[in-house]
């Protein structure tokens, strides 16, 4: 235990210092451990079984335009139980935009000692992001878009991620998609307002103690979401500017007689801009798992911003299946 505590401890530094940046283009979930694959190729066989989820995320309830969500992911590792591979898809509406994309993970696992196996990921797929301008009653049209255009973009997409994790204990750092593009349709050099798709970096870590042997699990983890890490040495001036803070969700839950899960979590940023609170959402969520493989469960965003007064808050809801071919039911659960 005491061997855990300095590996959690070190490893909450080293995250801290590797991560500064978070750009709000990419989904975010509060129910992410169940949903990591999204976000990190490494994580694809890490189950040792294979394992499949759904999620739906309705973000800030009652506003118009507001993201909706949904992802499915897959993974298993293969008959080399150093290799895993895994699929995701996911479809993101914000407004008048959507963003489809579909993509391959494949992850080779290498012994580290202490229970510890490091998992090395890469991921490719392709995003098709589309706009339907014709929404919006539109007063003063984006010269990065000429009015009467609805762009529809096929963008390759390639990502990869590290995955450090044993039974009780995990951290990673990833980048889900490594390419950036230009999405605009206005090439005017003279124009310096544009659209761009900005490449993203996760940083992840976790641990499991049991607090009465294995009937009660508790479960402390940290998210870190960011953009702009290496912008300075990005080509565009203007582009080297993010505008979107460094994102933070704090989560700690209990897992009781490996079938009820519950947690709640803290959503902030670690910029305050203009004097004002960085506390984005407080949120409550909820796991069962089931005999037979299931598991489902849902999560509650309320916002700590202005926006509370226009909206209900967020939801989500999951279902899983969790598939082990040695024996009927899963002997030793995983917590992440």
């Given at each position: ?161 590290l995955f450090l ?76 500017t993010i505008g979107?803070?460094?994102e933070v969700d ?87």
């Amino acid at each position: 235990m005491t061997h855990l505590i300095k590996l959690v401890t070190t490893a909450s530094l080293v995250l801290c210092l590797a991560v500064s940046a978070f750009a709000q283009q990419d989904a975010m979930f509060t129910k992410y451990i169940f949903n990591s694959l999204s976000y990190n190729p490494a994580y694809a066989g890490s189950k040792d079984y294979l394992s499949l989820g759904i999620l739906h995320r309705s973000q800030w309830v009652g506003i118009d335009g507001a993201p909706v969500t949904q992802t499915f992911t897959a993974h298993t590792p293969l008959k080399n139980e150093r290799v895993g591979v895994g699929f995701s898809m996911s479809n993101d509406n914000i407004g008048p935009t959507n963003t489809f994309g579909a993509n391959f993970s494949y992850a080779y696992r290498i012994p580290v000692g202490d229970g510890l196996r490091l998992s090395v990921g890469l991921q490719g797929g392709i995003e098709n992001w589309t706009a339907d301008w014709s929404q919006l009653n539109i007063e003063n049209p984006d010269v990065a878009f000429p009015e009467g255009m609805n762009p529809s973009r096929f963008l390759p997409n390639f990502g990869a991620g590290l995955f450090l994790f044993s039974e009780r204990f995990y951290v990673g750092f990833s980048s889900p998609h490594l390419l950036e593009y230009d999405l605009r349709q206005n090439n005017d050099p003279n124009v310096e307002i544009f659209s761009r798709r900005y490449r993203h970096y996760f940083g992840s870590i976790g641990a499991a103690f049991p607090i009465k042997g294995d009937d009660i699990i508790f479960k402390p983890s940290l998210l870190v979401k960011n953009v702009g890490l290496f912008s300075s040495l990005r080509k565009e001036e203007i582009s080297r500017t993010i505008g979107a803070p460094t994102e933070v969700d704090l989560d700690a839950s209990f897992l009781f007689y490996n079938t009820f899960w519950v947690g709640a979590s803290i959503r902030t940023a670690v910029e305050v801009y203009d004097d004002r609170s960085s506390f984005d959402s407080a949120d409550l969520w909820f796991s069962v798992n089931l005999d037979n493989g299931l598991r489902v469960g849902g999560a509650y965003d309320y916002a700590l911003t202005a926006l509370n007064k226009s909206t209900a808050g967020s939801f989500e809801l999951m279902v899983g299946y969790d598939m082990n071919f040695l024996t009927k039911r899963i002997v030793t659960p995983r917590y992440f």
